[in-house]
């Protein structure tokens, strides 16, 4: 079978001048060499398109395939992890993960809180700044944490994220909205233990597929998963399995939200715990990272005994059930369903 490999190369949009905060999001070379192994090993043909825009060229000169497997973030508006799935759609060319509207709805921090608040899963409390740090007066939840409303990676969070008065919040949240270009995301900080928890599959049959317990060591910058933390995991981050009363509670809550976001195929949703081990959705990751030794969700499906390839198996069958495929249905010479 035929899979487009769609995907945002860090050293592509380094060429075109853009910085390296700008090129977080984006994938290495390893990455997309791991997916191409795994996808081949899997018995596909794995096609290297790359952005959206050159998927955009194939699919109008009438290429198709059989499945999309895009791990394109975009690069610009709240909105841009949707691009290349509306792109599938008006093209009608099957594509793995969620649609355009779960995308662009857990990209918005605060609407994916909204959502997922509605469903019953506790969050933070938290406001936004959409253009000015004077909007954040009335605030009073303290300690808070600022960072940008759609960005990911942990593109923006640092230690002067974490802030306990007013003076600094309006100094944080003025700093995201000037560097970022777009609003701030205020919420109440919680001083528990931190979760990511991997899901994979839809509808009924979807499942935990583990929770993982982020832990800083003591050299890397405090009390935020950040981007600097993230950059260094290897040195500055333990990654560790947890499976306890509170991790068990994250995970389901997790299921929870993923559901409720409609996420589809794959999805990692991030937690806090309050003082007294109540876990927090924080946010959820429906474009998880996917690098085998360096991303959270292939380092907790290893923990949990998934190794690299297979999860990539699990999220192309569960894609593929989605359209009524599989792939032995795909297999040459046999019909196509």
Known sequence: MRVALVYDLRDDYRALGLSEDEVAEFDSIETIDALAGALEALGCEAIRVGRG??????????????????????????????????????????YLFSDPLTLAAALDKAVAKRLVRDAGVPTPSFAVAEGSANELVDWTDFPAFVKPLAEGTGKGC?????????????????????????????????????????????????????????????????????LHNKELCEELVTYAPAADGEARLAGARALAAYRALQCRDTARIDFRSDAKGDPYFLEANPLAGLNPWHSDLPILAAQNGVAFTTLIGIILDAGLARYGLSRRTLEPGRKRA
């Open 53 to 94: 825009q050159a998927l955009a060229a194939r699919l109008v000169a009438g290429e198709r395939y059989d499945i999309v497997f895009s791990i394109a973030e975009g690069v610009t508006g709240r909105s841009r992890e949707a691009q290349v799935p509306a792109l599938c759609e008006l093209f009608d060319q099957p």
């Open 158 to 226: 640092e230690a002067a994220s974490l802030v306990h008065s007013e003076a600094a919040l309006q100094a944080a949240v003025a700093r995201v909205i000037a560097r970022y270009r777009q609003p701030a995301l205020v919420e109440q900080y919680l001083p528990g233990r931190e979760f990511t928890v991997g899901i994979v599959g839809n509808g009924e049959e979807a499942r935990v597929l583990g929770v993982c317990e982020i832990l800083l060591k003591p050299n890397a910058e405090a009390n935020v998963y950040s």
